[in-house]
């Protein structure tokens, strides 16, 4: 059964590509591409024949079954302008309808911006969160933001050079004057990796050309607080009988609080009887 290939292409230095996607792309039967002129300049880097097809957000719905009939027949590489098809460029209903049909659907991984501008950025890679682009209108830009405020994990965000200083105005009203990596025209001839706060990067990028991935610092982990739900649970526990290594081991584990400081709070219980004074 012929197969679909979701083949990532280089972001910009076409050295990047590698040699498992050359052999796909020249093994295919078609190119499903979302801007055909930057893959032909691909492909004829490497001296690749291959046909062509448009496959881009305008024409997606009207070459699907297009390209699910071709399918039938050959091979199919889905590849996007740069990068992953499918992150923040067409593919996602092309892998989707295929995946319902029983087309086996095989990725050739390779370049991601995303990636690239986290592992740069000098901020934390273990736990991140992906939006993409953001919305266009400001207010509903806005509203973005206000929803992932308390992300614990870098954000990663892509942006067009025209909307950038909005958009940096937008994370330092509602996010603050975070830490911030602003990557520019990765992997090409002007690159440039910006590593300060959200403030900095306004002043820097005064006239911003190019392609931006901007690398946002989490609000990190809360440092759990005692609460009054907290000091009602012991309280319970104290009068249930439970003994204080039981409660305090029991509650540590659950809130996340140090031992010592429940030790204190039980302590607290002991000497008043079990009484707790809960200030409203």
């Known amino acids: 059964m012929p197969n679909l290939y979701v083949v990532a292409t280089p972001i910009g230095n076409l050295e990047d590509i590698s ?3 050359l052999r796909i792309l020249r093994e295919v039967k078609l190119i499903a591409a979302e801007d055909t002129r930057k893959t032909r300049r691909l492909l004829s880097a490497y001296d690749i024949k291959t046909p062509l097809t448009s496959y881009h957000e305008h024409n997606k719905q009207a070459k699907l ?4 009939n071709f399918l039938q027949d050959g091979d199919v590489a889905l590849v996007s302008e740069a990068g992953m098809p499918g992150m923040s460029d067409p593919g996602y209903e092309l892998v989707k309808a295929a995946s319902r049909r029983g087309i086996p659907v095989i990725p050739i991984p390779g ?13 934390p890679t273990d736990r991140f969160l992906y939006l993409g682009f953001l919305p266009r209108r ?12 308390d992300e614990p994990g870098t954000i990663v965000i892509l942006e067009a050079p025209h909307r ?4 940096l105005s937008d994370l330092l009203s509602v996010l603050g004057d975070r830490e911030i990596a602003v990557c520019r025209e990765l992997t090409k001839l002007h690159e440039e ?5 959200t403030s900095q ?6 006239q911003p050309r190019g392609e931006f991935t901007l690398v946002i610092k989490g609000r990190g982990k809360r440092k759990p607080e005692m609460t009054q739900a907290i000091e009602q649970r012991l309280h319970d526990m104290y009068l249930s009988g439970t003994t204080a290594k ?5 509650v540590a584990r659950d809130t996340g609080l140090p031992k010592r400081e429940l030790y204190r709070a039980w302590l607290k219980l002991a000497r008043s009887g079990g009484r707790i004074h809960i200030t409203v």
Not at 65 to 68: A, D, G, I, M, T
Not at 115 to 121: E, I, K
């Open 19 to 21: 040699l498992r996607a």
């Open 65 to 68: 079954e297009y390209v699910l």
């Open 111 to 123: 370049p991601s911006a995303v990636v690239t501008a986290l592992v740069v950025s000098g901020l």
């Open 138 to 149: 400001a207010s509903a830009r806005r509203t973005l933001l206000e929803s992932v405020a």
């Open 164 to 167: 950038l200083q909005a958009t």
């Open 193 to 197: 990796i910006f590593r300060g706060t």
């Open 201 to 206: 990067a306004m002043a820097h990028f005064t």
């Open 246 to 250: 039981e409660a305090i081991a029991e």
